[in-house]
């Protein structure tokens, strides 16, 4: 009779922030944690630039503040895009990461 190996309980490596932060052995990541706040900070301080460029545009001539309220935020969006690219392709290596990581726990073998 062989013994079939029981499947081993997946692990539970989800860790808050801050013992993540203090994970010397780097087994828990913070940078996926701060995707959506650096996300959301670009935004803002996007807002807040586009507002500025405005502002100082209109402060100049009125025909200056026309052409800022047209071309700010188009160059806004275009930064938002750009910024978006750059963090979804740290989010796609850290999933090829875990992906990885799965692999490798499901091809080593089990000891009974």
Known sequence: MEATPQPS????????????L??????SLITPKLIR????????????GVIAVII??????????VLTLILAPLGALIYLIVIR????????????RDAAEEI??????RIS
């Open 56 to 65: 100082a545009g209109f402060a100049d001539k009125a025909g200056t503040g």
């Open 9 to 20: 309980p997946p692990h539970n490596t989800q860790r808050g922030f801050f013992e993540s």
């Open 85 to 96: 690219l750059y963090l979804e392709l740290i989010v796609v290596a850290f999933k090829i």
């Open 37 to 48: 706040f650096l996300y959301i900070v670009s935004m803002i301080l996007l807002a807040i």
């Open 22 to 27: 203090m994970d010397t052995r780097f087994d």
């Open 104 to 109: 490798a726990d499901n091809t080593r073998p």
